[in-house]
């Protein structure tokens, strides 16, 4: 049960920029104030001598950014209404990074109540797609990070268990997308790495994690799923080989959120120059360029063809985001800060209603809001937050 002894747990800032100089001051723009909680008027902005630019105050922008993503939580279903299964578990990675980087717990209870909701309706959280199962187990280890409950990491460790029986021998190895076993491809695979190196961490001496860390990279680097442009593409063809097939953002994310942990426990740079040519790759061919965003607005591939009714694409760019910002504590190149700042400037300025809901184009216009709108472009605020942190 999540009391008020489980303290929570800070994260850490070891190797991260700090602003040379903050200063509070009050800017009269009307848009800034607009809709934002307890009456903070976004005039609350940090000066910071980096780069020459006035940097926003990004915990304001955050704070009323969760505030409408809740407005969409269902406290029966433990869920988010407008949204799937797996992007709740998204949304709710999103409330935690919120919680980990601002200390505000106003929505702490949420996690027992998803906890405890969510699981009433697939037992231990687990459904036939691999990739939805392992979305579920990262954010019980995110929970875990901030509370020290151990009944979340259980989960995670009963649907990494889950995945092993999704893993053979067909194509050297690797996870099935689901459990009809007709194609590998490169999300559940990248969550698969991520998950096991996590776990390891947070394991020590349990489990063969890290050996599945290790033996997941190997095959995804013997199977050649980063193509010729340094992209990941989306899975393997009928002959074992990279499909060519679309170079999703989430796919570019999720690969680094599990070199940057591979990195970290065993110092191999192999994995952070790796992480860092798939980084720069997407600042280099998946944005789009904008005034006073010196590395481009992250732009999905097809993004404005995106159907009404598609309930995943929306979901995909604050993924890669939210794993930029992983990688990053372990290559701090400007550049990654930088281009997580610009974003979340931009989501705030031109991709906004009145309402502090975001839609999913980052460099504009608004088109309409949902819960997957919303968590992808609070994970951008979320890591904003630390960045200019004084």
């Not at 700090?18 to 809709?35: C, E, F, I, M, Y």
């Not at 903070?40 to 990004?58: M, N």
């Not at 797996?86 to 990675?93: C, G, I, K, P, Y």
């Amino acid at each position: 049960m999540l009391t008020a002894a489980n303290s929570l747990r800070g994260e850490r800032r070891n190797g991260l920029p700090t602003a040379s100089l903050q200063l509070a001051v009050r800017r009269r723009n009307p848009r800034d104030g607009q809709g934002l909680p307890g009456g903070v008027g976004l005039g609350a902005y940090r000066l910071s001598v980096q780069h020459g630019l006035q940097e926003p105050d990004y915990r304001a922008y955050a704070a009323a950014g969760m505030e409408a993503l809740q407005r969409w939580y269902g406290r029966w279903s433990g869920c988010w209404r407008t949204t799937g299964w797996w992007n709740s578990a998204n949304a709710l990675t999103a409330l935690i990074a919120y919680i980990q980087r601002t200390g505000d717990q106003t929505h702490l209870s949420v996690l027992e109540r998803t906890f405890r909701a969510a699981r009433r309706m697939h037992s231990d959280f687990l459904v036939s797609f691999y990739d939805d199962n392992a979305w579920w187990g990262l954010a019980w280890v995110a929970a875990y990070d901030l509370t020290g409950d151990d009944r979340y990491l259980d989960a995670a460790r009963t649907i990494f268990a889950n995945l092993l029986t999704g893993w053979d021998d067909a194509c050297g190895g690797g996870v099935w997308w689901n459990t009809e076993r007709r194609y590998k491809n490169a999300i559940t695979n990248e969550l698969f790495l991520s998950l096991a190196a996590r776990l390891h961490q947070r394991c020590p001496g349990t489990g063969d994690y890290l050996d599945w860390a290790r033996r997941e990279w190997d095959w995804f680097c013997a199977r050649g799923l980063v193509g010729a442009a340094g992209l990941v593409n989306d899975g393997l063809d009928g002959s074992c080989e990279n499909n060519r097939g679309q170079t999703w953002t989430y796919n570019q994310g999720v690969v680094l959120g599990g070199l940057a942990a591979l990195y970290e426990i065993t110092g191999d740079a192999s994995h952070l120059r790796q992480g860092e040519a798939i980084a720069d790759a997407v600042l280099g061919s998946l944005t789009i360029g904008a005034p006073d965003a010196r590395h481009g607005i992250l732009l999905e591939p097809g993004e404005h063809n995106t159907a009404r009714s598609d309930g995943d694409r929306p979901q995909f760019k604050g993924i890669f985001v939210r794993n930029l910002y992983d990688f990053y504590r372990q290559s701090p190149r400007p550049a990654y800060s930088e281009f997580i700042r610009d974003n979340a400037r931009s989501i705030w300025a031109n991709n906004r209603n009145s309402r502090n809901q975001f839609g999913l184009h980052w460099a504009g216009p608004f088109d309409y809001a949902d819960a997957s709108r919303q968590s992808s472009a609070q994970d951008v605020l979320n890591a904003a937050v630390p960045l200019v942190a004084g």
